[in-house]
């Protein structure tokens, strides 16, 4: 393989070193031939961003004979030292607010749900307290992390209390009193000071590293390699910080992209231009030299998960011939929440069934909005994105969801999908022959009206700064063509390329199923669906089975359907008299009936 001179500098470098790899420069190739290049016998520790970088990264390792390489994640490392030695147990998803409000007897003060609010503050703060640098959970300013008034405006209230109850939580899980996270045991990894027996460590993805995984790094004797891009910061959400910017290296770069092409690299710089709004700003160079005229994935990326459900809907209803879809991430993770929460529970909510929903913290509330002001107060982004969808779409949302899961392929299927869609956080490091972007991103004009309208010392900057690296992250996964809306072109841009094609905002936007008076969909008779039953069910020995929160929503996008109950019965492998049963018990004829 022939080297660019970069690349060269970089494997034949000494020292500790910081590489700013612009996106789809081979800084993996280029990391990969830098290992390659050091003595047989060095110890070599690769530190991946996460578990699907990791076993992706071993087999390359692999295939160049590098047995040597070791190649983890910060959370693996920290498994092996913490979990097995002091034998926790692990909380695989987290705790959910009301998990944390029962195990803390939180008490509410008059106000509503205040202390689901509080167990929801706990819960963030802690893991912003797991994740920093720091040695005491009072030592974090977790006020700083909040943005939105109402949310400030009630941690500042209740501040006291949040952090007194974050270190009674920790306490617990340190004492093995209850299950831990793993934002937990990487912290009680940080605190032990390690010391890591590599002659060389590698670290991927450094603008979005976790402060307690970078001291950690940083406190090591070994050769440190940090590589990253600068503009693809898009997690610091998570309280991820630009170690980048962090560390005093000697800095190397990766300015070619082998991904795409000049038109695409020139639109990238052009997007990244929109930092001068928020301060000094240094432009970096793009070479495009990717030369990839085919057309086999097709992607549509959104930045956020209702803009993507909307796009989807919109795909699958305006166009008759619509493929097979795949949905990175899986199509489940966009109608629950990480923490259990379910759309289905939130329609229910709506329709005023509070008694039948499942999720303890939503069937606490009265109404919708009383679960818009929960949101608020929390800055809940994901119930907040479920809300969203259920005051659009309403009734409509099980029939809806069903035909995408219907079109739905699953992972080992992806490449026979027609079009794959995904939020920006969900295909990070990923690439595809075509992108469309979905028209939710930051645009310059908002970004000077942002500026006009707040005072300076009020923006955030660093969030602004966040929403234009997810724009450019979004662009640059694309190797052969972009089709990109117009409204997001930098002011006084304009473009004329064969690989970039502009899409004029739609000056109608259509409903994908007709709606009754009422606002609910009426379930029909569909003779045609295509099940097969003896694929589904071999055997139909179901009737004592426990009824599941899963069961239960594949009964609801069922009966939307407007199938029988003779199907029904022989679907679930039950009597005709327990799926009426439960049909009643869910109430689905008064909600869709």
Not at 152 to 159: D, E, G, L, Q, R
Not at 201 to 230: C, H, R, W, Y
Not at 345 to 370: A, Q, Y
Not at 519 to 536: R, S, V
């Amino acid at each position: 393989m022939e080297w660019t001179k970069e690349q060269l500098d970089i494997i034949q470098s000494s020292g500790d070193i910081k590489i700013n790899a612009v996106a789809g420069s081979g800084k993996t190739t280029t990391i990969i031939e830098y290992a390659k290049s050091r003595p047989e016998n060095s110890r070599i520790l690769y530190l991946a961003f996460n578990k699907s970088v990791k076993l992706e990264a071993m087999k390359k390792f692999r295939q160049k004979g590098l047995h040597n390489v070791h190649v983890e994640t910060a959370h693996s490392v920290a498994f092996k030292h913490i979990v097995g030695k002091n034998r926790y147990q692990i909380k695989a998803h987290g705790y959910q607010s009301y998990e944390i409000a029962e195990l803390l007897q939180l008490q509410g003060n008059g106000e509503k749900h205040t202390e689901y609010i509080i167990a929801h503050h706990i819960n963030k703060c802690v893991a912003c307290f797991c994740n920093s640098d720091q040695l005491r959970v009072q030592d974090v300013n977790y006020l700083d992390t909040i943005s939105d008034p109402k949310a400030k405006t009630f941690v500042t209230t209740f501040y006291h209390e949040i952090i007194k109850q974050s270190r009674l939580f920790l306490k617990k899980m340190d004492e093995g009193d209850i299950e831990i996270t793993h934002d937990f045991y990487l912290k009680k990894f940080q605190l032990s000071n390690p010391s890591l027996h590599y002659d060389y460590i590698l670290f991927d993805e450094g603008q979005d590293a976790s402060p307690a995984m970078l001291a950690v790094f940083l406190n090591q004797k070994a050769t440190k390699v940090i590589v990253g891009d600068t503009h693809q910061q898009i997690y610091g959400w998570r309280f991820a910080v630009n170690s980048l910017e962090k560390v005093d290296f000697k800095t190397l770069y990766l300015s070619t992209s082998f991904r795409f092409g000049e038109d695409i690299a020139q639109l990238a710089m052009d997007l990244l231009q929109f930092k001068k709004h928020l301060g000094p700003y240094e432009p970096i160079a793009i070479t495009g030299v990717g030369c990839n005229k085919e057309f086999n994935s097709k992607a549509v990326i959104a930045r956020t998960n209702l803009g993507l459900l909307l796009k989807a809907i919109e795909y699958i209803t305006e166009n008759k011939e619509a493929g097979a879809v795949y949905f990175e991430g899986n199509i489940h993770s966009y109608t629950y929440a990480d923490d259990g929460a379910s759309l289905y529970d939130v329609l229910k909510l709506f329709n005023k069934r509070t008694h039948s929903i499942k999720d303890k913290l939503i069937r606490s509330m009265k109404s919708l909005v009383e679960l818009e002001d929960y949101v608020k107060k929390t800055e809940d982004m994901q119930l907040g994105m479920m809300v969203e969808i259920v005051r659009k779409y309403k009734n409509r949302i099980p029939g809806l969801i069903q035909k995408l899961k219907d079109k739905h392929v699953e992972d080992h299927e992806k490449e026979q999908a027609a079009m794959i869609f995904s939020t920006v956080h969900r295909c990070k490091g990923m690439e595809y022959d075509q992108v469309q972007l979905v028209n939710d991103f930051i645009t310059e004009e908002k970004i000077k009206q942002a500026f006009e309208k707040y005072q300076e010392d009020t923006i955030d900057r660093a969030k602004l700064n966040e929403e234009i690296n997810l724009l450019y992250v979004a662009v640059t996964r694309s190797k052969s063509k972009l089709l990109f809306p117009e409204s997001l072109l930098p002011i006084n841009c304009s473009i004329t390329s064969e690989y970039i094609e502009l899409v004029k905002p739609a000056t109608e936007t259509k409903q994908p199923e007709g709606k009754e008076a009422d606002g609910k969909m009426q379930p029909k008779l569909n003779t045609e669906k295509a099940y097969d039953l003896d694929e589904i069910r071999k055997k139909h020995q179901e009737a004592f089975r426990p009824w599941t929160p899963e069961l239960d929503d594949e009964l609801t996008v069922l009966y939307c359907e407007g199938l029988s109950i003779k199907y029904l019965a022989k679907h679930f492998g039950r009597t005709h008299g327990a799926i009426r049963a439960r049909i009643v018990k869910l109430e689905l004829e008064e909600l869709y009936g």
